[in-house]
């Protein structure tokens, strides 16, 4: 079934520690981005990639960095954790920027 | 700059009621809409969209959506709620431009009583 697929589900981490979620889309599509969900926040954008090769910030990119190998793969890396941190991620992808976009399912992560 | 204003963060409704979750937008360009749904410990689903055309879209699972551009608003609507409706609705904006990207709202809640 064609789709996102986010790992892992659910991760502990302790604070300090460096952690990549990893996104995988079989989709083709060119733009790929990561939000993190947070209670009464809604979805707040990290980073996005509008095709390989190519990376830009969102809303809060601070502590994240991503990088756009291929078409297929856009890995979030936290370098250090922070119990800030704390959310539940989403990959999402879109044909183009301003297209509907697919979700994946999330990673619930806890830094602690 | 675009932006996206949902009114309330939890709407409750009875089974068999209607269901008005709303919405309100900001853009200097023609806008695109839309309404994505969140069950429990899953993504975000699309349930409509509006770019052109006819303001009057339908979306998945009964729901619709009409874009009134003198309101600036695009609100949904499903005319008898299912316990199944039950789930978080996300509004968002983007433009024509292929380089835009969606903003999301901050969602509302819905709940439904049996």
């Known amino acids: 079934i064609a789709g996102i697929t986010q790992a892992p589900t659910s991760q502990i981490l302790a604070a300090g520690r460096r952690m990549t979620l990893r996104c995988t889309q079989d989709?083709?599509?060119?733009?790929m981005y990561w939000y993190r969900q947070d209670l009464g926040l809604g979805l707040r954008l990290i980073h996005y990639?509008?095709?390989?090769?190519?990376?830009g910030k969102g809303e809060v990119p601070d502590g994240y960095s991503v990088s756009r190998a291929n078409t297929d793969d856009f890995p979030l890396t936290l370098a250090s954790a922070v119990p800030s941190q704390t959310s539940v991620y989403f990959c999402?992808?879109?044909?183009?920027?301003?297209?509907?976009?697919?979700f994946g399912d999330g990673t619930r992560l806890s830094i602690l | 700059a675009q932006s996206v204003t949902q009114l309330g963060s939890h709407v409750s409704v009875s089974e068999g009621a209607l269901v008005l979750l709303r919405c309100n937008y900001s853009?200097?360009?023609?806008?695109?809409l839309f309404w994505y749904v969140q069950y429990p410990n899953q993504g975000l689903q699309l349930l409509l969209k509006?770019?052109?055309?006819?303001?009057l879209v339908k979306g998945i699972n009964g729901f619709e959506a009409e874009f009134k551009k003198s309101e600036t608003s695009f609100h949904l609507t499903k005319p008898s709620a299912h316990m199944s409706d039950a789930a978080e609705y996300f509004c968002?904006?983007?433009?024509?431009?292929?380089?835009?990207?969606?903003?999301f709202g901050s969602g509302t809640r819905l709940s439904i009583r049996p």
């Open positions: 999402a992808s879109s044909p183009e920027g301003n297209q509907p976009q697919h």
């Open positions: 989709m083709r599509h060119n733009a």
């Open positions: 990639s509008n095709t390989a090769g190519t990376t």
């Open positions: 853009s200097s360009v023609p806008p695109y």
């Open positions: 509006y770019t052109t055309g006819a303001t």
């Open positions: 968002a904006v983007s433009s024509y431009s292929s380089a835009s990207k969606i903003i």
